[in-house]
């Protein structure tokens, strides 16, 4: 039988978006049910899905429901109480393992976008998903249950790419780069794109898969400089992320890398943040006996992330750089996604960050429910064929490009991780700080010259009329 009905745990900008999607789709999918702690968040994102007249059957139902998700009694409760077939999971990934184990009780398919964490733990050895979802795979198998774990951007589609290079441009591959830049602009002094608990816990260490080995090195020590598509020349640099810890196990390459985005100023606030100690994830005790932790007061001053979307501007692009060979020849290509912050906004009032990891999962859950992504058993999604999901992405929003580059050649990506001293001599960051104007740590660069040019430009128009 195919599963129908869906429900949606998390009211967040993932979470905003996947349900855009999902209504947009709700002749596949049927009732979609979106429920967490605040029920209030899960209405208004009911009322901009009918403001938008995203609900593609109106005899389907789009409704909300309160659930403690850590609850797991509570969550099989829901789970059968809407008749769901399919669970996505987007809150908090402290909820992966309660979520998890409902869908396991009760059969209902299960989809998440990110690894679990536990509050106590951060950047946890690898292979991170060992620790955790992995150790329900036996069980998932016995009781046939789907569980797609992360099926995000990044992880997900970034896994989709490198089945896809495994499947059709490869015959052995050596190394793959997954590259991930915002060049967007929110307008805002600083911000994270996404819930700042879990933005910052993830760049505590890095974690690499470098000559088939895990390798460790510090944050933000390892700097490119590459000109994308759209975006053109952004700074990466190496990181660890969740889908490395699936992909070193299921893919076929010498090194497997993750490089993220960051300007200068994020740097800046990050370090700052980090080296005094407000990005702890563990509890102090304040001179009045109070308890707090650190991490979370941090969360609760940074604007909420869903705030972000009406003034954005720019673009993201993500994807993979794969070098291999091909019919005994070199070959390397870019398999890459941009999306436009204003177009998603315009779309569904959503920025382009929540964009890219809300429509994935909805993809899935609909391979899902027509059969084709039921496995019955436990997969990361570099396990699955990637051809129907890419396709499906190219339909509802997330078109996938696909670049020839010529090998060695000025639009190669060098990953190479070259001694760490010589890395860190060329990863500093230079930053503009003003205590009158703070904003100025947001201009662009070249704003500054542009405005002593016209400056002066305006100074000798003036002498000529003299």
């Not at 016995?142 to 997900?156: C, M, N, Q, R, S």
């Not at 700074?235 to 992909?247: A, K």
């Not at 569904?348 to 496995?375: C, F, H, K, N, R």
């Not at 100025?440 to 542009?450: H, L």
Request: net charge neutral; proline share 5%; aromatic share 8%.
């Amino acid at each position: 039988m195919k599963k129908k009905n869906l429900m949606i745990i998390g009211a967040g900008g993932v979470a905003h978006v996947a349900a855009h999607k999902a209504a947009m789709n709700n002749d596949i999918l049927g009732d979609i049910c979106i429920a967490s702690r605040t029920k209030t968040k899960c209405d208004e994102i009911i009322e901009s899905v009918n403001r938008k007249g995203h609900l593609k059957n109106p005899e389907g139902k789009l409704f909300s429901e309160q659930l403690d998700a850590m609850d797991i009694p509570s969550v099989v409760k829901l789970i059968k109480k809407t008749k769901s077939g399919i669970v996505i999971n987007l809150g908090a990934s402290f909820i992966n393992m309660s979520v998890l184990e409902a869908c396991i009780e009760t059969g209902a398919a299960y989809i998440d976008t990110a690894i679990h964490e536990e509050p106590d733990k951060v950047c946890e050895q690898p292979p991170w998903y060992a620790n955790y979802e992995w150790l329900r795979k036996d069980r998932c198998d016995e009781k046939g249950v789907t569980a797609i774990l992360g099926a995000g951007f990044d992880p997900g589609v970034v896994n989709a790419y490198c089945a896809l290079a495994v499947k059709h441009y490869f015959d052995k591959i050596d190394t793959i780069d997954i590259l991930d830049v915002n060049a967007g602009s929110h307008g805002k002094y600083f911000s994270t794109n996404f819930d700042p608990e879990i933005n910052f816990r993830e760049f505590v260490k890095v974690w690499t898969w470098i000559d088939r080995q895990w390798k460790e090195y510090p944050t933000h020590s390892v700097k490119r400089v590459y000109d994308f598509p759209v975006v053109g020349k952004q700074p990466v640099y190496l990181n660890g992320h969740d889908e490395l810890h699936s992909l070193s196990k299921n893919i076929d390459a010498n090194s497997i890398r993750f490089w993220m985005g960051f300007g200068d100023h994020y740097i800046n606030v990050f370090t700052v943040l980090r080296t005094l100690g407000f990005l702890s994830h563990l509890p102090v005790t304040l001179t009045t006996g109070q308890e707090v932790v650190p991490l979370k007061v941090v969360k609760a001053l940074l604007p909420d992330p869903m705030t972000l979307a009406p003034g954005y501007t720019g673009n993201t692009c993500i994807g993979n750089f794969v070098k291999g060979w091909k019919n005994g020849k070199k070959r390397e290509v870019l398999i890459y996604q941009v999306s436009d912050h204003k177009k998603c906004y315009e779309e569904i009032e959503s920025q382009g960050i929540s964009y890219t990891a809300g429509v994935p999962p909805v993809a899935a859950a609909m391979l899902v429910a027509s059969g084709e992504w039921d496995t019955k058993k436990m997969v990361n999604v570099e396990e699955l064929d990637p051809d129907p999901f890419i396709a499906i992405l190219d339909r509802i929003g997330l078109p996938t490009e696909i670049k020839e580059i010529k090998p060695g050649g000025k639009s190669s990506f060098d990953g190479t991780v070259r001694e760490l001293e010589k890395e860190l001599a060329e990863s500093t960051a230079t930053v503009t700080v003003s205590a009158a104007n703070p904003m100025i740590a947001i201009e662009p660069r070249n704003q500054g010259k542009e405005n002593k040019k016209k400056s002066a430009e305006t100074k000798n128009s003036k002498k000529n009329k003299k």
